[in-house]
């Protein structure tokens, strides 16, 4: 049997309950405005410190999203800034083969340089157009600094094309002075890939060093006055006939990125590949154009000044010449007197 | 009653511990509907060890602090914490409450019941009742019972559990 200490514990916790339960019914069936005054009112006294420390929580969650998000922004800012340099280049080749493209008098077709990260690329080249972009067998290639190659096959949507480093290739050239003419060939001396070798001229032709060699048109692969390279000295020569130059190639096909395929070349391309003196000599024509289209402009805008001064100047003297008008109900009705002419003034 | 051994102070240390953990880690946690109720666990381990009276106020205080904070229908949680608690306090009569497991089936089954109790006092959709009690009810428990465990064996000569039981 239960004691009296015991019994009265349990009523005072019954008690306890029912007050408690009590006091959430009402709680729960009281008006909402009585609920919420009164969460309020826990939340800015008793619960501010658990409030705060919530609020810390979610501000911390907050700002590691936030680091996160600016992390992964300076990230890409420092990749962006990386590519840059890069994308100077690459903005700068593609200038220079839409200007190329505009000189062209033959028709030709664009086309990307799919490299392959092996160590014969360079030799041949996969382009992103084929037979369906009108591109077909031994088109000629070129960048805008010169000669690249030609195609060697075609598929429906790319082509190969055996570049000037191929072994196999060979493009009859001539100086751009026209007096000496020969083959050019992939240099066999050990130098290196990235070297030319003109071939067959004759003994007696000297070419001095620097000398642009061009493709002659010959053997109509290779329209005439592509550049192919620039002499740079005479590798061997054989007594009495034959010396062999070393030539410095035009384009690289291991940098080429963009090139043109000559789907129908005719004529002489010479116009459309002008030396560097051209070039530069063209580069200070335009900006010599600009500076002059903009000393125009900037006539224009002093003469507008000077002008808008003379105006300024003028109506300052009206105001002060023109006479102050006293309206009189008499002379309401009878004529207007003329008015004071500013030109006058200018006159 | 509390046990002899385990001083008051130390268990306001880790009913302490828990209230950091429910209001300064839990926000951090991604699941918040799965994670712990860490208020609850402590509700739970406290009206386990003390007379059912006691246990009443605390839920009651919790329920009040559960409903200040998000006001969806004051007094649910009140109402569902005094129950709870209550309800917990008598129940140690019947079960082993120095036992290991049968603190972490409380505070799962508690946990259930509590949400079932403010749903439906709180007058949720039949739909939302059913998923409630259903998915994240259950999952909630779950974590919140083995954070109990977690604690219990962490605290175990202050809460008096036996491992060997």
């Known amino acids: ?347 | 009653m509390i046990p002899a051994r385990a001083s008051r102070l130390q268990l306001g240390m880790v009913f302490l511990l828990l209230i950091v953990l429910h209001f300064y880690v839990r926000p951090r946690l991604g699941a918040s509907r799965a994670s712990p109720d860490f208020l609850f666990v402590g509700l739970l381990l406290y009206a386990m060890r003390s007379p059912p009276g006691a246990a009443a106020l605390a839920g009651f205080a919790i329920g009040l602090a559960a409903d200040s904070l998000t006001p969806a229908r004051f007094g649910a949680a009140t109402l569902a914490h005094t129950v709870v608690g209550y309800l917990a306090s008598w129940t140690r009569a019947v079960f082993f409450a120095d036992n290991l497991l049968v603190n972490a089936a409380f505070v799962a089954s508690g946990l259930w019941l509590r949400d079932l109790i403010v749903l439906a006092v709180s007058g949720s959709a039949d739909r939302s009742l059913l998923t409630e009690l259903a998915v994240y009810s259950p999952l909630q428990a779950v974590t919140s019972a083995l954070f109990a465990l977690l604690v219990l064996l962490a605290f175990r000569e202050w809460f008096s559990i036996r491992l060997d039981a």
């Open chain 1, 1 to 347: 049997m239960a004691s009296a200490s015991e019994r009265s514990y349990t009523r005072r916790d019954t008690v306890t309950f029912l007050v408690c339960l009590g006091l959430s019914l009402v709680g729960l069936f009281s008006p909402d405005s009585w609920g919420l005054s009164i969460a309020a009112a826990l939340r800015g006294s008793v619960l501010a410190p658990l409030v705060w420390l919530q609020v810390r929580a979610e501000e911390g969650k907050t700002s590691k999203v936030r680091l996160r998000a600016i992390t992964a922004q300076r990230d890409s800012a420092a990749y962006l800034a990386q590519g840059l340099p890069s994308l100077l280049a690459e903005n700068e080749r593609l200038r220079q083969l839409l200007l190329l493209s505009r000189r062209l008098a033959s028709s030709y077709v664009a086309a990307e340089v799919l490299h392959e990260a092996q160590a014969t690329d360079g030799r041949t080249l996969l382009l992103s157009a084929g037979s369906r972009d009108g591109v077909s067998v031994f088109d000629p290639v070129v960048a805008p600094e010169g000669l690249i190659g030609v195609v060697l096959s075609v598929a429906k949507r790319t082509s190969i094309v055996m570049t000037w480093a191929h072994p196999e290739f060979r493009v009859s050239a001539f100086t751009v002075t026209g007096n000496a003419a020969g083959v050019v060939a992939p240099s066999t001396s050990g130098v290196g890939e990235s070297a030319l070798e003109f071939r067959g001229v004759p003994y007696r032709d000297s070419v001095p060093v620097g000398t642009l060699v061009l493709s002659s048109g010959l053997g109509g692969v290779y329209p005439k006055g592509i550049p192919v390279g620039a002499v740079t000295g005479v590798v061997r020569e054989q007594a009495g006939w034959e010396r062999v130059y070393r030539l410095r190639p035009a384009a690289n096909p291991g940098s080429v990125a963009h090139v043109l395929i000559l789907v129908a070349p005719s004529g002489d391309l010479g116009r459309a590949f002008p030396s560097d003196s051209m070039l530069r000599v063209q580069r200070l024509d335009s900006i010599e154009r600009v500076r002059r289209t903009d000393s125009v402009a900037q006539a224009a805008r002093d003469a507008r000044a000077r002008r808008a001064d003379s105006i300024a100047a003028l109506q300052r003297d009206t105001t002060r010449v023109r006479p102050r008008r006293v309206v009189q109900p008499d002379t309401m009705a009878g004529p207007v007197a003329p008015a004071a002419v500013p030109g006058d003034s200018a006159r």
